[in-house]
């Protein structure tokens, strides 16, 4: 097949095809209930889980179904490396703090293992591991550096690799080297937080969905949650919406960053021809500022790619067409192959590039986790609920990390555009 896009190309996430997300049908509690969540993926049921096991009741109000958004959307990539790396960390922090924080980092990949095994969810989770590719030299010189730096703290299960020592990772002549681990990998992320949903109806917590949240009223004993469908009164209250959390609180508005990022999926190709671009099913992210991150599909029949197409918004088929394009510079052997998905969602940022949890007039809040948020985001909604449980085990590295605002941003991100052209200038020159 020479054309690149399938003649019924599908402009939602691939993921979908195997666990697609679906309305709950539930009532308002006419009771208060001790906590209410606001958001359905990853971080809200994972606290929502950890609170009814603790006894709560719980109430998640979800706008869409149940994982809609990025839950369901993201590249299934379950990672441990922070922005700006240990190094980094430890230039802004100190020593002290920026280990501390990168521990978190390492404890969300156990966090979410040991949640998926004791909960028996379904969820194809492979950690065959991680590459990183390096595209320029001074790319791997920097992982050099910082691998090293992690060497001096950590016991991780990792190895820097050069140009020619890279081919049990990825079959793509275009690299310098790069970063390997052994200990992190992927999963399915749309059967994951659907069998997560599952996990906590299960266990007892009531799951809206679709029921958008609105106005929030502070009331002397908790907070009174506004819906199209009437209030929902609760002692305590958790937001748990990252990119996707718009005005809901102006607080938030004004701190979080919401960035979108596409994906692509290949039609269905040979085992054998997808077990020779991956040779070890490990999860690729490369170096570049505009960076790409492509992976098997678990039953190793496809090719998935994510990136952002373009500075300027475009049909999703000249979105599929641009992340082909990216695609094929990787592996010019899926020239002729065709695109059959391509979908996009949201990320979430705030402007010290860091993953946040914290409370603001006593409403609990987690998210803006920069893009690698499969077990970062379920690690912090559990610390989360353990804060509103008061447990001292809810403390985290990131509590005291300020969580400030820009004069020149309110909510809408004019600023990324141009950011991204930097960055583009900063690949195709290399610096």
Not at 130 to 145: N, Q, T
Not at 234 to 263: E, H, W
């Amino acid at each position: 097949m020479t054309n690149a896009m399938a003649a019924d190309l599908k402009t939602v996430p691939y993921w979908w095809d195997a666990a697609r997300p679906l309305a709950v049908e539930s009532h308002l509690p006419e009771e208060k209930v001790d906590v209410g969540i606001i958001g359905g993926g990853f971080t809200g049921l994972s606290a929502a889980l950890t609170l009814v096991k603790a006894g709560l009741s719980v109430t998640v109000l979800e706008a869409e179904k149940p994982g809609f958004g990025a839950s369901s959307r993201n590249g299934g990539m379950v990672g441990n490396l922070l922005k700006g790396g240990l190094g980094g960390l430890i230039s802004r922090y100190g020593h002290e703090k920026g280990i501390a924080i990168y521990n978190e980092a390492i404890a969300s990949v156990s966090f979410i293992k040991n949640l998926i095994e004791e909960e028996g969810i379904d969820c194809d989770l492979a950690l065959t591991g991680r590459f990183y590719p390096a595209v320029l030299d001074k790319d791997l010189d920097s992982m050099k550096r910082d691998f090293e730096l992690r060497e001096k703290y950590f016991d991780i299960p990792e190895e820097i690799v050069g140009p020619n020592g890279y081919a049990e990772d990825v079959d793509s002549k275009i690299y310098k080297g790069g970063l390997r681990q052994h200990h992190t990998g992927g999963l399915h992320p749309a059967k994951y937080v659907k069998g997560l949903a599952a996990t906590a109806e299960k266990a007892g917590a009531s799951i809206i969905a679709p029921l958008r949240a609105g106005k929030i009223t502070k009331e002397v004993e908790g907070f009174i949650v506004s819906t199209p469908k009437g209030a929902l009164r609760c002692r305590q209250l958790l937001i748990a919406t990252n990119g996707y959390s718009g005005d809901l609180l102006p607080f938030l508005q004004k701190r979080v960053i919401p960035i979108g990022s596409t994906m692509i999926a290949t039609e269905e190709l040979s085992e054998n021809l997808v077990t020779s671009l991956f040779p070890t099913k490990r999860m690729i992210t490369d170096s570049r500022k505009m960076l790409s991150y492509y992976r098997p599909s678990p039953d190793g029949r496809r090719v998935l790619l994510g990136a952002r197409p373009g500075i300027l918004p475009m049909s999703p088929a000249g979105e599929a067409a641009s992340l082909k394009i990216a695609l094929t510079k990787i592996f010019p052997q899926l020239s002729s192959v065709a695109v059959s998905h391509v979908w996009s969602g949201k990320v979430a940022y705030d402007f010290h590039a860091l993953p946040t949890i914290g409370a603001h007039d006593g409403i609990h809040y987690a998210m803006g986790y920069c893009g690698s948020g499969v077990a970062m985001s379920g690690y912090l909604g559990h610390k989360a609920a353990l804060k509103i449980l008061g447990q001292p085990e809810g403390a985290t590295a990131f509590d005291d990390i300020p969580f400030d605002g820009r004069l020149y941003y309110n909510g809408t991100p004019w600023f990324v555009p141009v950011a991204m052209v930097g960055y583009r200038l900063r690949d195709a020159l290399g610096f």
